[in-house]
């Protein structure tokens, strides 16, 4: 079946953010007296701060104290400190472009709030290329439940079987899947192929997705 569109993530897919973002996690919570290794943070990169903290600590949520102090600074550090540090994955902007010029409708869906989004687009280069977005305020759980992927279909009036979704976790595989929607993995997340196996395809970086982009579910217009 030929693809109208493709749901694209941006944190470790358009931008190498993992370990950033889950150091920023071990400083917030260690601000707060909740001791937590980089090693085990890392792993959970993909989920959103409303499922990763409780996740870690069953007493925390991201709509109480300290919880929502946790996730305000572990996003001030992200978008402040370590901004200097992010980086745009190999070959991002030249994908989007890619996508765009084959006609396909790209919308981002992202537990990112707005703020960090624009953050990581501007990051990526895309800023001018991806102006359809959906963000953490567009769901109410975030990955891997699957309301991001679902409120983006419905924003772009796009159905499941004739998209893909291009990402880097296997939180987002899981959240694709919830919502009947395939996914191309890249493992510039950080991730192993076995933690990526749920995906149809799996390359480096956006880069090797284009240098293989006609023998790619893309190119091929079909979801296999």
Not at 6 to 24: E, K, P, R, Y
Not at 70 to 95: D, F
Not at 180 to 204: C, E, N, P, T, W
């Amino acid at each position: 079946m030929a693809l109208d569109g493709v749901v694209l993530d941006i944190d470790g897919t358009l931008v190498l953010s993992n370990d950033i973002h889950a150091q920023a996690w071990v400083e917030a919570f260690a601000n707060h007296g909740y001791d937590v290794s980089f090693e085990q943070v890392r792993p959970l990169m993909g989920m959103g701060g409303d499922q990763l903290m409780p996740h870690l600590f069953t007493e925390l949520s991201d709509e109480a104290e300290p919880g929502k102090t946790i996730a305000s600074e572990h996003k001030e550090l992200v978008l402040n400190k370590y901004r200097p540090q992010l980086k745009p994955t190999a070959g991002a902007r030249e994908l989007v472009e890619k996508l765009l010029a084959a006609d396909l409708h790209v919308i981002v869906a992202t537990s990112a709030s707005d703020r960090e989004l624009g953050v990581m687009l501007k990051v990526a280069e895309v800023e001018d290329l991806l102006t359809e977005t959906t963000t953490s305020g567009d769901a109410e759980n975030s990955k891997p439940a699957p309301d991001i992927v679902q409120a983006a279909l419905e924003k772009a009036q796009l159905a499941p079987d004739r998209v893909v979704m291009l990402a880097d976790t296997p939180y987002d595989i899981e959240a694709a899947g919830k919502a009947g929607v395939k996914v191309i993995a890249v493992r510039s997340g950080g991730f192993s192929d076995q933690d990526l196996a749920g995906a149809i395809a799996i390359y480096d970086d956006p880069a090797d997705l284009l240098h293989h982009y006609d023998r790619s579910p893309l190119g091929q217009t079909a979801v296999v």
